[in-house]
């Protein structure tokens, strides 16, 4: 089993949609928390951290359920613009630090 | 002001040559990452550095692969007597601090081992 699963879509959404992805990880002693966005053969760029209240910005709603082990993002109001793979990323410290990369969710926004 | 910076853009081998493959950090910051990723895959941590610390090398996948950090800055990954599957973006990430820090990425750069 992956360490980071994410449902690897497509998601083939219209405009106006709300859409979201869910990122399972496994080992609870995992620390942070971010969703970050690739676009087609492009550097990933960070979207947004994900806090244990809950953050949004603007149309962008990032949730952490510990308890579940799993990380969210809802996008409301899709934009064409919003095409892309998000990439959900998990931190630990266990006996040395790594970062964990998700293999990404890909997101088709159709007008 | 500058962001990271990868070299080259673009780099085709053929099969069992050595490849170095650079990264020029956003200045001060003080945390690196390399990692690949295959076409249409995930991003495969290989290794990362974190100031004067020893590296994590546990992503490297064989040895074959080795980088190094110079002077905490620039940094190059070097692939010794490529093979096919090494072929992949190539790309570096810098931080600020700790890897709870937003990564910066590089635009990565594209080896094809032929």
């Known amino acids: 089993r992956k360490e980071v699963e994410q449902d690897p879509g497509p998601f083939n959404v219209p405009e106006g949609a709300t859409v979201a992805f869910n990122c399972t990880y496994s080992n609870s002693a995992s620390q942070s928390f971010f969703w970050y966005r690739q676009d087609c053969r492009k550097e990933p760029k960070l979207l947004m951290s994900?806090?244990?209240s809950g953050n949004e910005d603007g149309r962008f709603t990032a949730q952490l359920n510990r308890a579940s082990q799993y990380i969210s993002l809802l996008i409301r109001d899709s934009k064409l613009s919003d095409s892309a793979t998000y990439l959900c990323v998990v931190n630990k410290n266990t006996g040395g630090f790594k970062t964990i990369f998700g293999a990404g969710t890909r997101l088709f926004v159709k007008a | 002001g500058a962001g990271v910076s990868q070299s080259p853009s673009n780099k085709v081998t053929e099969k069992g040559k050595d490849v170095e493959l650079r990264c020029d950090p956003i200045s001060g910051h003080t945390a690196l990452y390399w990692y690949r990723q295959s076409l249409g895959q995930g991003l495969e941590f290989l290794i990362y550095f974190q100031g004067n610390s020893a590296p994590d090398k546990s992503g490297l996948p064989s040895d074959r692969f080795s980088a190094e950090r110079t002077g905490g800055s620039v940094s190059t990954l070097t692939i010794q007597r490529t093979q096919q599957e090494d072929s992949a973006v190539y790309l570096c990430?810098?931080?600020?601090?700790?890897?709870?820090?937003?990564?910066?990425f590089g635009p990565g750069t594209r080896l094809t081992v032929t």
């Open positions: 994900v806090y244990s």
């Open positions: 990430a810098s931080l600020k601090g700790a890897a709870d820090y937003e990564q910066y």
